[in-house]
């Protein structure tokens, strides 16, 4: 499923937050927004889930305007792993992830149960199923998570830094499993090798605009990323994959 945003705007309180944003991911492609704090990365993914109305602007999928179709029809296309995410009550893992199964009319008992545990044995959590919610790490929840927006069975997936609280393992293995899952995914992602090593293409965003777009080797140059994110960037390969990665260092003081 394609989706598409087209000159999406979002102000709030006087001050325009993004600003005009065009952007594209093709069916199956992993498209990561990247940029700085408060460049407006959640703002956006937030139009896209429909958790925020924008000013101005459409979000589409396969040609559809999101914000027209009912809630049950966009849950059962397009699921969300915001930033930050609460629970009041203290559901167990497995209730948590069934909570994916939801926006389904045809579900079956049966069926929710052998898809949910799929969901859960990819994201290697099977063994919290009975575990209160509000007792695991921060990284178990996050995985949890990624847990229940799979069971969802989407067609779209949209994650806001879906690698908080991850070691550096469970990194590697979330973004890994969002990319060979054959989904359409946006991602906002802080960490650029990340970024560069799982994303087909890459928007930056900065104050609100997009400022550069295209595949990881062609966007993340030393000159845009000391413009953007004031770090003066030293682009080498991966000696075994041959993969861009990137060290960084502080920009030496101006004269």
Do not use: W
Not at 76 to 95: G, I, K, N
């Amino acid at each position: 499923m394609r989706l598409d945003l087209e000159g999406i705007t979002v102000e709030a309180g006087g001050a325009r937050l993004v600003d005009d944003i065009r952007l594209t991911a093709d069916s199956g492609a992993f498209v990561g927004l990247v940029g700085p704090n408060g460049s407006g990365k959640s703002t956006l993914l937030r139009t896209v889930y429909r958790a925020l109305r924008p000013a101005g602007g459409v979000v589409r999928l396969d040609g559809q305007d999101v914000h027209t179709m009912p809630a049950r029809a966009a849950a059962r296309v397009l699921a969300a792993l915001p930033q930050e995410s609460s629970a009041e009550f203290d559901f167990t893992v497995a209730e948590v992830v069934a909570m994916g199964r939801l926006p389904h009319r045809d579900r079956t008992a049966a069926a929710d149960r052998a898809i949910c545990a799929q969901a859960m044995a990819r994201t290697g959590v099977g063994h919290l199923a009975d575990r209160g919610f509000l007792a695991l790490s921060g990284g178990e929840k996050q995985r949890v998570l990624v847990a229940r927006a799979l069971a969802q069975q989407p067609r779209v997936l949209v994650l806001d830094e879906p690698t908080n609280h991850l070691d550096i393992a469970h990194q590697l293995d979330v973004l890994s499993l969002v990319r060979e899952s054959g989904l359409t995914v946006l991602a906002a992602l802080h960490d650029l090798n990340l970024a560069a090593a799982h994303c087909d293409v890459l928007y930056v965003i900065a104050d609100g605009r997009i400022v550069a777009s295209g595949p990881p080797h062609d966007v993340l140059r030393s000159g845009l990323l000391a413009e953007v994110f004031g770090v003066r960037a030293h682009p080498v390969r991966h000696p075994e994959t041959g993969a861009l990665h990137i060290l960084f260092d502080r920009l030496p003081p101006s004269a």
